[in-house]
């Protein structure tokens, strides 16, 4: 079983950075799909960045330029440096997991192991 847990949000200001940090357990980590999604009130829930096994990333076009996924394979830790954050960006941010099959998705139903989501606001 893969625990994936969540720290780093809290509250900035427009334009302020923020780096999520999500530290996983279990031996799939190496070689798994890594990836942040975000979810504000009453939308869905949308996949920010992903990473593979690889290194190769994903981002959603809104986020392109200001937000940088990586991992740390020796520390089983995956981040998500978050800069010149937007009022729009405000959300509650979820870390997830799947084993890589194939290329990784940006689409949440392929995605089976979840953090318990952190709060990430950004004021104007």
């Known amino acids: 079983q893969v625990q994936l847990v969540e720290s780093g949000g809290g509250s900035v200001q427009a334009g302020g950075s923020l780096r999520l940090s999500c530290r996983a357990s279990g031996n799939t980590f190496s070689s798994s799909c890594m990836g942040w999604f975000r979810q504000a009130p009453g939308k869905e829930r949308e996949g920010v960045a992903v990473?593979?096994?690889?290194?190769?990333?994903i981002y959603v076009d809104s986020v392109k330029g200001r937000f940088a996924i990586s991992k740390d394979n020796a520390e089983n830790t995956l981040y998500l440096q978050m800069n010149s954050l937007k009022p729009e960006d405000t959300a509650m941010y979820y870390c997830?997991?799947?084993?890589?099959?194939?290329?990784?998705?940006?689409?949440?139903?392929?995605?089976?192991?979840w953090g318990q989501g952190i709060q990430v606001t950004v004021s104007s």
């Open positions: 997830a997991a799947a084993p890589q099959y194939g290329v990784c998705s940006r689409r949440r139903w392929d995605y089976n192991y």
């Open positions: 990473i593979d096994s690889t290194g190769t990333k």
